[in-house]
């Protein structure tokens, strides 16, 4: 027992370093992924992330609410994003990050290579960020989007009550959620850095969940 309780203490140390804090200045039809169907494949996939990672990972997403609301948001060039915008895919990865956070921009180039190979392998599946201080520092976003060369949009949140509630759940960044079609959080809730290659094992876990 005390070999275990001392594991998930590591693990959530590990989890807090490769993150940051998401307190910011405020003023106010399924097809399964091709080799996966089935339980041995399920279980094959949690082996490849970590029994102690994944478990971590699906109690990230008991703090969240079932389903995201309806938001309101622009892309760093002003175009709106649509509320209903995860109805465009299979599955939508919706990366949080901040222009304050190292492991958040550390990231980059994984997320630029996971969205290069989630293409290249046809799956249907969206990445987008949301910049969660991005009212507050546009114009660093935008230079770090032309910096790393982002090949996906991220949204800066429109400063209102249903908003703020949605970001209040994020309580570190990096952080990164998988909704469904029907706007519902699935499979598990990724807390800190990732690579292309864990990114890809949960997409291919939340893409045998999604109905």
């Known amino acids: 027992m005390k070999k275990v309780i001392f594991l998930s203490v590591i693990f959530l140390l590990c989890a807090a370093l490769c993150s940051c804090s998401a307190a910011y200045e405020n003023n106010k039809g399924t097809t399964a992924p091709a080799g996966v169907s089935g339980v041995a494949d399920r279980d094959a996939l949690i082996a490849k992330i970590g029994q102690t990672n ?14 995201i609301p309806r938001l309101s948001a622009k892309d760093l060039k002003g175009n709106n ?43 249907d599946v969206r990445l987008i960020g949301i910049v969660v201080d991005g009212n507050q520092k546009k114009d660093k976003a935008v230079s770090l989007e032309s910096q790393y060369n982002l090949n996906f949009d991220s949204y800066v949140l429109e400063n ?4 703020n509630a949605f970001l209040s759940q994020i309580m570190s960044i990096p952080t990164t959620l998988l909704i469904n079609r029907k706007g519902e959080l699935v499979t598990a809730v990724k807390v800190g850095m990732g ?11 939340a893409l045998l969940d999604v109905k």
């Open 160 to 163: 209102d009550v249903v908003n």
């Open 54 to 67: 994944y478990n971590y990972y699906k109690m990230e997403l008991g703090r969240f609410e079932k389903s």
């Open 81 to 123: 994003l649509d509320s209903l915008f995860y109805t465009d895919a299979q599955l939508t990865v919706i990366n949080f990050w901040g222009t304050y956070c190292p492991p958040c921009i550390e990231e980059f180039p994984e997320l630029n290579e996971l969205n290069t190979a989630l293409s290249d392998t046809g799956k």
């Open 195 to 205: 690579t292309k290659d864990e990114y890809m094992t949960l997409i291919d876990l």
